[in-house]
Nanobody
Framework: QLQLVESGGGLVQPGGSLRLSCTASGFALDAYAMGWFRQAPGKDREEISCVSSGTGNYTNSMKGRFTISRDNTKNTLWLQMNSLKPEDTAVYYC??????????????????WGQGTQVTVSS
């Protein structure tokens, strides 16, 4: 029913760029907040950015190198990643929840999640 599929990860050199995509099916994106998260080995999962049809969108102040966008007509969420650093290495996930970005961040276990895509930044 509800399904999110990430793609676009891979191995890049420091300073390089990647564009991740998340394709959603089974629901109308208009009613959902959608965001990107990442988790590195030995670290907690952290939020990167979130967008919704309403107000209160969220962007991590330390990640101005990343830009989130979505196309509701194509059911696709994007994450443009520029000037990548080794510390950006992690599994990147997209997630969705009916409501606002605040609910997605605070109640992550109630959201829908993709399987993740690996991003490795190394020379």
């Amino acid at each position: 029913q509800l399904q999110l599929v990430e793609s676009g990860g891979g191995l890049v050199q420091p300073g390089g760029s990647l564009r991740l995509s998340c394709t959603a099916s089974g629901f109308a994106l208009d009613a959902y907040a959608m965001g990107w998260f990442r988790q590195a080995p030995g670290k907690d999962r952290e939020e990167i950015s979130c967008v919704s049809s309403g107000t209160g969108n969220y962007t991590n102040s330390m990640k101005g190198r990343f830009t989130i966008s979505r196309d509701n007509t194509k059911n696709t969420l994007w994450l443009q990643m520029n000037s990548l650093k080794p510390e950006d290495t992690a599994v990147y996930y997209c997630a969705a929840i009916r409501g606002a970005c605040r609910e997605l961040i605070l109640f992550q276990n109630f959201g829908s999640w993709g399987q993740g895509t690996q991003v490795t930044v190394s020379s």
